[in-house]
């Protein structure tokens, strides 16, 4: 069904992976069974994008040779449906979706629990194996849509589809509720993501650890954390402090790195719960004073699951936040070179693209 007239070609953001981002014409195809095509509303820029593309091709496991096959970048794109394939019954031209940014096989065991992120059969990415949402259309599977519910912005639809799914399920599996003071380690987009929703979740007090003065002064500016310190060797003294000598009883690692992860190690109460969600580089730590003797749990988590983002969209409306409020910079399509400049530099929140036009 299709009730607008939509055009044969469109530009697009592809990334040649020398930290740039041109504008390529692509076509834009219409859906076939089972898929929609959705005008993009909004589309993020992720870590992950200026990490493994931008800066440079890299893989990862699963995946042989680059992980971006040269395909409009972009995996956290919000919309609305302009047009639907045959066999498309759960969505219909008009609705506003997100996109779980993965597209499994849907067969395997883990697509079976919805965590196309970890399928082991035929898997693409939108924005890295299939064309995402650096466009004015995105051809998607219907089967990942989620319903963007009407009391959050498109930008909202984008921050959900990677960043906050990806906090939530952190804290999820670590268990935050009103009982535990939270520590985050990290407060780039993922990082403020965590600390917004361990507000949703209940947690008791908040606290913030992150190098950069930039950042700590935007987190501030949120009113997010009841407390943010700079990273260094007198961090884990004032966390002590700030949780009455017992430390905190669940921290998440956004950070990505040994320091950030070895503090969120160390900072932990006993019978506390560490999660790690930030990619890249490795862990050390020494084990029996710091894990064991404090009986540590720690859980390695990746995105999250099609089921629980959903769960999400429906739980930030219900604790009345909105992502959009971490997005400190908003550009327009057409300077998407801009856009990924800052996000790969000095942006002290998240950055966004939007359509021409919608741009602040």
Same mark, same amino acid.
């Given at each position: 069904?299709?009730?607008?007239?939509?055009?044969?070609?469109?530009?697009?953001?592809?990334?040649?992976?020398?930290?740039?981002?041109?504008?390529?014409?692509?076509?834009?195809?219409?859906?076939?069974? =089972?898929?929609?095509? #959705?005008?993009?509303?909004?589309? +993020?820029?992720? !870590?992950?994008?200026? @990490?493994? $593309?931008? /800066? *440079?091709?890299?893989?990862?496991?699963?995946?042989?040779?680059?992980?971006?096959?040269?395909?409009?970048?972009?995996?956290?794109?919000?919309?609305?449906?302009?047009?639907?394939?045959?066999?498309?019954?759960?969505?219909?031209?008009?609705?506003?979706?997100?996109?779980?940014?993965?597209?499994?096989?849907?067969?395997?065991?883990?697509?079976?629990?919805?965590?196309?992120?970890?399928?082991?059969?035929?898997?693409?990415?939108?924005?890295?194996?299939?064309?995402?949402?650096?466009?004015?259309?995105?051809?998607?599977?219907?089967?990942?849509?989620?319903?963007?519910?009407?009391?959050?912005?498109?930008?909202?639809?984008?921050?959900?589809?990677?960043?906050?799914?990806?906090?939530?399920?952190?804290?999820?599996?670590?268990?935050?509720? =009103?009982?535990?003071? #939270?520590?985050?380690?990290?407060? +780039?987009?993922? !990082?403020?993501?965590? @600390?917004? $929703?361990? /507000? *949703?979740?209940?947690?008791?007090?908040?606290?913030?650890?992150?190098?950069?003065?930039?950042?700590?002064?935007?987190?501030?500016?949120?009113?997010?954390?009841?407390?943010?310190?700079?990273?260094?060797?007198?961090?884990?003294?004032?966390?002590?402090?700030?949780?009455?000598?017992?430390?905190?009883?669940?921290?998440?690692?956004?950070?990505?790195?040994?320091?950030?992860?070895?503090?969120?190690?160390?900072?932990?109460?006993?019978?506390?719960?560490?999660?790690?969600?930030?990619?890249?580089?490795?862990?050390?730590?020494?084990?029996?004073?710091?894990?064991?003797?404090?009986?540590?749990?720690?859980?390695?988590?990746?995105?999250?699951?099609?089921?629980?983002?959903?769960?999400?969209?429906?739980?930030?409306?219900?604790?009345?936040?909105?992502?959009?409020?971490?997005?400190?910079?908003?550009?327009?399509?057409?300077?998407?070179?801009?856009?990924?400049?800052?996000?790969?530099?000095?942006?002290?929140?998240?950055?966004?693209?939007?359509?021409?036009?919608?741009?602040?």
């Amino acid at each position: 069904m299709n009730h607008t007239t939509i055009p044969s070609t469109m530009d697009g953001v592809y990334l040649p992976g020398d930290s740039t981002a041109v504008l390529k014409q692509f076509d834009v195809r219409p859906p076939g069974p =089972g898929q929609v095509l #959705l005008e993009m509303g909004a589309s +993020g820029i992720c !870590g992950s994008d200026i @990490g493994y $593309i931008y /800066r *440079g091709y890299k893989g990862y496991r699963g995946i042989d040779g680059p992980a971006y096959q040269g395909v409009v970048a972009g995996h956290e794109p919000a919309g609305r449906i302009v047009a639907t394939g045959e066999g498309v019954t759960r969505f219909g031209v008009g609705d506003r979706v997100l996109l779980y940014h993965i597209v499994g096989c849907g067969l395997c065991d883990n697509c079976r629990r919805g965590f196309y992120i970890s399928c082991s059969g035929d898997r693409a990415s939108y924005g890295w194996q299939r064309d995402g949402g650096h466009a004015r259309y995105v051809l998607a599977e219907e089967r990942t849509c989620i319903a963007l519910p009407d009391e959050l912005s498109f930008v909202d639809g984008a921050l959900i589809a990677c960043g906050f799914g990806t906090a939530y399920e952190g804290l999820r599996r670590a268990g935050v509720s =009103g009982d535990h003071d #939270l520590l985050v380690v990290g407060l +780039g987009p993922v !990082g403020l993501a965590a @600390g917004m $929703i361990g /507000r *949703g979740m209940g947690a008791a007090t908040v606290i913030g650890v992150e190098p950069s003065t930039t950042r700590r002064e935007w987190a501030d500016s949120l009113g997010i954390f009841d407390a943010t310190i700079p990273a260094g060797p007198d961090a884990l003294d004032t966390i002590t402090e700030l949780t009455r000598g017992a430390g905190a009883s669940v921290t998440i690692d956004c950070s990505g790195t040994r320091a950030g992860r070895s503090l969120a190690l160390e900072a932990a109460a006993e019978w506390g719960n560490i999660s790690l969600v930030g990619e890249g580089n490795d862990l050390h730590t020494e084990v029996s004073d710091t894990l064991l003797h404090k009986q540590l749990t720690i859980h390695a988590s990746w995105v999250t699951s099609l089921p629980t983002m959903s769960e999400l969209a429906t739980n930030l409306v219900r604790w009345n936040l909105k992502p959009e409020t971490v997005v400190s910079d908003v550009f327009p399509l057409s300077q998407a070179a801009r856009a990924y400049e800052l996000a790969a530099g000095t942006s002290r929140g998240k950055v966004c693209l939007v359509p021409d036009g919608d741009a602040a």
